[in-house]
């Protein structure tokens, strides 16, 4: 395709930074997918809501009956304000448990999760889950409102769809 030719400003005159703005060459199909690809690209993994004043022992049985390693815990606007994960339990709960099972799961959860947007590249859910430890994340709109649940299986998969013909490991 011709590029359009473009006159120079005048001096003085509002030269848009853009304008010469050349998209950036990838080496391959993988690390365009890593820089440009955004999460909402990769399916969510299924997910457990609940309530922050649910009881401890009423989020566990949820977490059980369900086989899930946690749920992300919501305000009345749907908002993430915490999670509650299996990792709570052993360091929060499993010494405690007569003492705590019947408390609020506000005041045993993790307030305030790690969450990626919806809008965030791959690269970054990525460094998000291997800088904090996590194998999932929770995926928020601009609002904070939960979007879904995004899982390290499921971005290495979608990546590998990505990897150059002739890759070898």
Request: aromatic share 8%.
């Amino acid at each position: 395709m011709a590029k359009r030719e473009r006159r120079q400003p005048e001096p003085g005159e509002f030269e848009d930074p853009l304008s010469n703005y050349e998209p950036k060459e990838y080496e391959d199909e993988l690390e365009r997918s890593l820089v440009e690809d955004i999460v909402e690209a990769v399916p969510f993994d299924d997910h457990l809501k609940a309530r922050s004043d649910m009881t401890v022992a009423d989020a566990i049985q949820l977490m059980n009956d369900n086989n899930f390693a946690c749920v992300v815990v919501m305000d009345e606007e749907h908002r993430a304000v915490g999670i509650f994960s299996e990792r709570d339990v052993l360091v929060r709960v499993a010494d405690h448990y007569e003492d705590v099972k019947g408390r609020r799961l506000s005041d045993i959860m993790t307030a305030d999760p790690v969450t990626a947007y919806s809008s965030d590249t791959l690269a970054r859910v990525l460094n998000v889950m291997v800088s904090g430890g996590f194998r999932h994340v929770p995926v928020v709109d601009q609002d904070n409102k939960l979007q879904g649940m995004v899982g390290v299986r499921k971005v290495t998969a979608y990546l590998q769809k990505h990897f150059p013909q002739n890759y070898q490991i």
